[in-house]
């Protein structure tokens, strides 16, 4: 069965340090998503993307995050200036198109910043 | 209102009993309301889902109910085993203006089914 994949699966990074975290979606799937969730906490969405651009992003997702498809399959997060609070499970998400609603999530990338 | 009210916070059941986990919403604009299940240290993972103009849906031992008019929907766990405790995820989709989809999840419920 397909499923997405991300890397790492645990990254620990000083304050202040860009990170980039991965991700290999659904291969059919157009649609592509990061979420996080602080520990013990809900899940939150923190931006989509479709045909190579931002279609939503939340009030999280400020100016020291950016995402990319680099190539056909990877899908990638970067964080340009880790802070404390960015500490969390950083899950990817992929769903085959605007109708299915499937949303299908990865095992996760647990960042910490030190 | 992008919010998706979950509770309770946490459930402990004996095998075979029937967990019952609620949700509540606001926004009629949600279209789609599917329940994650997460074992801890993985994603979650799609469980059963249901659109607003159905009133119920089954799927094996699970099964959701929906109130439309009281912006209200449950997931039923029955025959509840110890290989159901995990956390639950109610959570509502919206379209957005880019087309494509946003889940709003609730808070969760940590559900313990004990042997």
């Known amino acids: 069965e397909p499923e997405v994949t991300q890397t790492p699966s645990h990254q620990v990074t000083q304050m202040g340090q860009e990170v980039i975290l991965r991700c290999v979606p659904i291969?059919?799937?157009?649609?592509f998503y990061w979420y996080r969730q602080i520990l013990g906490q809900k899940v939150e969405f923190l931006v989509s993307?479709?045909?190579?651009?931002?279609?939503?992003k939340s009030e999280i997702f400020d100016d020291q995050f950016s995402v990319e498809r680099p190539d056909g399959s990877n899908f990638t997060l970067k964080i340009r200036s880790t802070k404390l609070e960015d500490s969390a499970m950083y899950f990817c998400?992929?769903?085959?198109?605007?109708?299915?609603?499937?949303?299908?999530f990865g095992p996760g990338t647990r960042l910490t910043v030190t | 209102q992008q919010q998706v009210k979950q509770s309770p916070q946490s459930l402990i059941v004996q095998k075979g009993g029937i967990p019952i986990i609620n949700c509540a919403y606001e926004?009629?604009?949600?279209?789609?309301f599917p329940w994650y299940q997460q074992f801890p240290g993985k994603g979650p993972a799609l469980l059963i889902a249901?659109?607003?103009?159905?009133s119920e849906k089954k799927e094996g031992r699970f099964t959701i109910s929906f109130n439309k008019s009281a912006k209200q929907f449950s997931l039923h766990i029955m025959d509840s085993q110890p290989g159901d405790s995990a956390t639950y995820f109610c959570?509502?989709?919206?379209?957005?203006?880019?087309?494509?989809?946003?889940?709003?999840f609730g808070k969760g419920t940590k559900l313990t089914v004990n042997p």
């Open positions: 993307f479709y045909n190579n651009e931002i279609s939503e």
């Open positions: 926004n009629t604009a949600f279209d789609y």
């Open positions: 249901i659109r607003p103009d159905v």
């Open positions: 959570a509502a989709n919206h379209k957005t203006q880019g087309g494509s989809e946003k889940l709003v």
């Open positions: 998400a992929s769903s085959r198109d605007g109708v299915s609603y499937e949303q299908y």
């Open positions: 291969s059919n799937h157009l649609y």
